[in-house]
């Protein structure tokens, strides 16, 4: 049996293989962030056949604040949950588990979008949307705190197999991870330790909240690759703190770089980020990056650059990769 198809027995998660469709924002949402039928359909199609083990969904805003863009998905309040239930079950009658991202995009998105000045950590310029935000309150991020642990709740009670923490691609706690956007003078700013405060609090809110049963995903942006932002050895000492504070699977992609960084090239190119941070943990961890080829996730899991094979844009154009994968490897 193929590396890529043989499963991973984990204490709250079994997955059938080691293939994971990653969050991709589709727009495809409601203008109030309601689950609509092409979101039902495009997730029905992605899912069918159930040779994805790990479908995670689009990321979801937790508070109207936090919005990133139109037709973004939205998991802000309870009236959401009946159809959101809908979603998880088209997923799961397919075979597949279903974990929903959860996200606030502080200065990552416009005040066109939320009718109001983006927030952040600081005051400073967001590298990747070039507007200044206001910074948020001690007050405001107990808030923010709070809107994560309420939505992960309401994630569990739709009926999904787990929740996802946004921390990557430049929104609000990835800006408050990197030293180019937190230059906080309070214990949410300075060292390493005191950017992921915010971090260890969602999580250990969220496992409050959600038992110690349901799994809990991280998605990290490990390295901005940018002079001054953050670095693998920065994110080395995060994720032991993360797994330490109840963090089941690490999920590994950019920072500010987003998730396409223009000086590395070939398929899975974060893998070196991924081989760095799976020597210091012992949770399973996510590798994406331009993966297109199914021969090529079998070689990244054989050489343990990751435990788990994050395929985006390969599936997203072509629903039939995962089934084609299957065949080729057996």
């Known amino acids: 049996m193929s590396y890529l198809f043989k499963p991973l027995e984990l204490e709250k998660l079994r997955l ?4 994971v469709m990653p969050p991709m924002a589709t727009a495809k949402s409601e203008e109030n962030g309601k689950v609509s ?3 039902l359909d495009y997730y029905k199609e992605k899912s069918e056949g159930g040779h994805i083990s ?3 969904i689009e990321h979801s805003f937790i508070m109207p604040e936090g919005k990133a863009s139109n037709n973004q998905m939205s998991i802000a309040d309870d009236s959401l949950i009946k159809e959101l239930k809908s979603l998880a079950e088209v997923i799961q009658s397919n075979g597949s588990k279903a974990i929903m991202q959860i996200n606030h995009a502080g200065s990552g998105t416009t005040k066109e979008v939320i009718k109001t000045t983006p927030v952040a950590p600081s005051a400073v310029t967001n ?4 507007s200044i935000p206001r910074e948020l309150s001690r007050n405001e991020i107990q808030d923010v705190i709070n809107a994560f642990r309420n939505a992960a709740l309401r994630v569990k009670k739709s009926g999904f197999d787990g929740v996802e923490i946004h921390s990557a691609h430049g929104y609000l706690l990835n800006q408050f991870f990197s030293p180019l956007t937190n230059k906080r003078t309070d214990e949410y700013g300075g060292d390493i330790y005191n950017r992921i405060k915010i971090h260890l609090e969602v999580i250990r809110a969220i496992r409050e909240a959600v038992g110690e049963d349901f799994p809990i995903l991280l998605r990290l942006g490990a390295s901005d690759f940018i002079e001054g932002g953050t670095t693998i050895e920065d994110s080395k000492i995060a994720v032991k703190e993360f797994e330490k504070a109840g963090v ?3 999920d590994i992609s ?3 770089c987003g998730y396409n960084v223009p000086h590395l090239t070939g398929q899975g190119y974060f893998a070196p980020l991924t081989e760095a941070i799976k020597k210091v943990i012992n949770i399973p961890v996510i590798l994406t990056g331009g993966i297109i080829e199914a021969e090529v996730a079998e070689r990244l899991l054989v050489e343990e650059k990751a435990d788990l094979i994050g395929v985006g844009r390969a599936i997203f154009n072509n629903s039939n990769w995962a089934k084609n994968a299957h065949e080729s490897l057996g």
């Open 16 to 19: 059938t293989n080691r293939l």
């Open 127 to 130: 590298p990747r949307r070039g």
């Open 254 to 256: 950019g920072g500010f």
């Open 37 to 39: 039928q092409a979101i």
């Open 248 to 250: 089941d699977i690490l």
């Open 54 to 56: 790990l479908i995670i």
